[in-house]
Nanobody, 126 residues
C-alpha cells in the first residue's frame, strides 16, 4: 500500500507562486497515479491535477490550466505541484492522493484513489 504525505502549504499573496510536495512511500513499482485535490470548508473536495508515474501523462482541472504544473521525481519518490499566478479562490486544504490501475478517464475522480495524505493549507490573500 502506497502512503503519501504532503507539505509546503503556506500563506501567499495573490499573484504569487508556491510549490507543494508529496512524498510517496511503500511503492514497489511505477504503475500508479498520484493527484492533488483541494477542499474549502463546507465544500466538496475538488480535483486539481493528476499524473501517471509511468509515462508522465498529466490531467488538469480547467481552473488551473496554464497556471499550475504537476510533476514527479521518480528518484526522490516525490510529486510536486508548482502553482503560479495564485488567486484567492485557489485557497484551501490541498490533499495528495495515490492509486493504482486508474484509467485515464477516471484520473480526476476522487474515489479512484485509495491513499490520502493529511492535507496542507494554502491561503491566498487578496
Amino acid at each position: 500500500q502506497i502512503q503519501v504525505a504532503e507539505s509546503g502549504g503556506q500563506l501567499v499573496q495573490a499573484g504569487g507562486s508556491l510549490t507543494l510536495s508529496c512524498e510517496t512511500t511503500g511503492r514497489t513499482y511505477n504503475h500508479f497515479t498520484t493527484a492533488w485535490f483541494r477542499q474549502e470548508p463546507g465544500k466538496e473536495r475538488q480535483f486539481v491535477a493528476a499524473i501517471r508515474w509511468s509515462g508522465g501523462h498529466t490531467v488538469y482541472a480547467d481552473s488551473v490550466k496554464g497556471r499550475f504544473t504537476i510533476s514527479r521525481d521518480t528518484a526522490k519518490n516525490t510529486m510536486y505541484l508548482q502553482m503560479k499566478m495564485l488567486k484567492p479562490e485557489d485557497s484551501g486544504v490541498y490533499y495528495c492522493a495515490a492509486g493504482s490501475g486508474i484509467i485515464l478517464s477516471s484520473m480526476a475522480t476522487s474515489r479512484s484513489y485509495t491513499s490520502w495524505g493529511q492535507g496542507t493549507q494554502v491561503t491566498v490573500s487578496s
